[in-house]
């Protein structure tokens, strides 16, 4: 919608955006409109941007919420959520499958070993996750630095 | 004083937002280890409770952080843990994206960018593993994940129907 309908960044700019708040931390929806609303107007843009986001979203999850508050007891309920929480947990394993074809697909290099570290810090050891950052974040990177 | 559950709930998530490479998924792992082993503020179930009702939400998933303060806290604690999530990740991202583009081809920014792709992927995998042992106590709901899995990953079917499917039969009380 961005780019056909209304014209406002072409494709690669898109693309240049979507990739910085790809890989930003944080939730990569909410950097890609801080990120396309500054390019608009600045930090008003930005807070317009996200404000148009994250509103209706937020006043919608506070309704569920409270009912979750309200009914959470009920069996019913609670056997259709875990239902879609085991499917939710299939799409992300088909995100990581996806996310690691070309990864594990290039010849054998650091990526995959980087990934299995990271899995295994967090899955495995329960490490918490600004440890497991620190320490693997700059190795992967100074890793990606070297090959080039 | 100290049992105001606001300040940990603040401090935590704004943490947590600056080390989330690779989004909400990225951060699951984390905030199951916060809420419910070291603060236990839920129970695993509320936690993989809280998870489903984000996927089926609109918007972003990392709206999870709103549902987990309001069971924390209310409404004050649905702010207050938003504002923590979002917060300093959304001032990073402002002054980064002003900064970027005069970096286009520069060595290092090559460099973090392909970096942190296989630290978020093995993030994500721990997302899912975390969840899975919340979540799939049995064999049909091991078996709900992986048909969906395998689904997704063969086709651009919408999430939504996948969802409707898992609810459907997890009422069905094989679960």
Same mark, same amino acid.
């Given at each position: 919608m961005i780019v056909d309908q209304r014209g406002w960044m072409t494709a690669e700019e898109f693309n240049e955006a979507f990739a910085l708040s790809q890989f930003l931390p944080g939730p990569n929806v909410v950097n890609f409109s801080v990120v396309f609303g500054s390019r608009f107007g600045g930090a008003a843009g930005a807070a317009v941007a996200l404000a148009g986001l994250m509103g209706p979203p937020l006043i919608i999850v506070t309704v569920l919420a409270f009912l979750y508050a309200q009914f959470g007891d009920i069996e019913m309920l609670g056997r259709i959520l875990a239902g879609i929480t085991s499917a939710a947990v299939g799409l992300l394993i088909a995100v990581v499958a996806k996310m690691a074809a070309p990864l594990f697909r290039k010849r054998w290099d650091w990526a995959p070993l980087i990934a299995i570290a990271a899995f295994v810090g967090v899955a495995i050891m329960q490490w918490p996750l600004p440890l497991v950052f620190v320490v693997l974040a700059p190795i992967s990177i100074g890793l990606a630095w070297i090959k080039r | 004083m100290n049992d105001n559950p606001l300040i940990?709930?603040?401090? !935590? @998530?704004? $943490?947590?937002?600056?080390?989330? +490479?690779?989004?909400? *998924?990225? %951060?699951?792992?984390? $905030?199951?280890? =916060?809420? &419910?082993?070291?603060m236990h503020w839920m129970s695993?179930?509320?936690?993989?409770? /809280? @998870?489903?009702? %984000?996927?089926?939400?609109?918007?972003?998933?990392?709206?999870?952080v709103t549902l987990i303060g309001y069971h924390v806290a209310g409404l004050a604690g649905a702010a207050v843990a938003t504002v923590a999530m979002c917060g300093p990740t959304c +001032? @990073?991202? @402002?002054? +980064?994206?002003?900064?970027?583009?005069?970096?286009?081809? %520069?060595?290092?920014?090559? #460099?973090?960018? #392909?970096?942190? +792709?296989? &630290? /978020?992927?093995?993030?994500?995998?721990?997302?899912?593993?975390?969840?899975?042992? /919340?979540?799939?106590? *049995? =064999? !049909? #709901?091991?078996l709900i994940t992986a048909v969906t899995a395998i689904v997704a990953f063969a086709t651009r079917i919408n999430p939504l129907w996948l969802f409707a499917a898992g609810g459907i039969l997890g009422l069905s009380g094989w679960l």
């Open positions: - | 940990p709930l603040f401090g !935590y @998530f704004a $943490m947590l937002s600056l080390f989330a +490479v690779g989004g909400a *998924n990225a %951060a699951i792992p984390e $905030m199951h280890r =916060i809420a &419910v082993d070291v695993d179930r509320q936690f993989a409770d /809280s @998870f489903a009702i %984000a996927q089926i939400s609109p918007g972003p998933n990392i709206i999870i +001032v @990073f991202a @402002f002054l +980064v994206a002003r900064t970027w583009d005069h970096f286009k081809e %520069a060595r290092w920014r090559i #460099a973090i960018q #392909a970096g942190l +792709v296989p &630290v /978020s992927l093995g993030l994500i995998g721990a997302s899912a593993f975390v969840l899975a042992r /919340s979540a799939d106590h *049995n =064999i !049909y #709901a091991a």
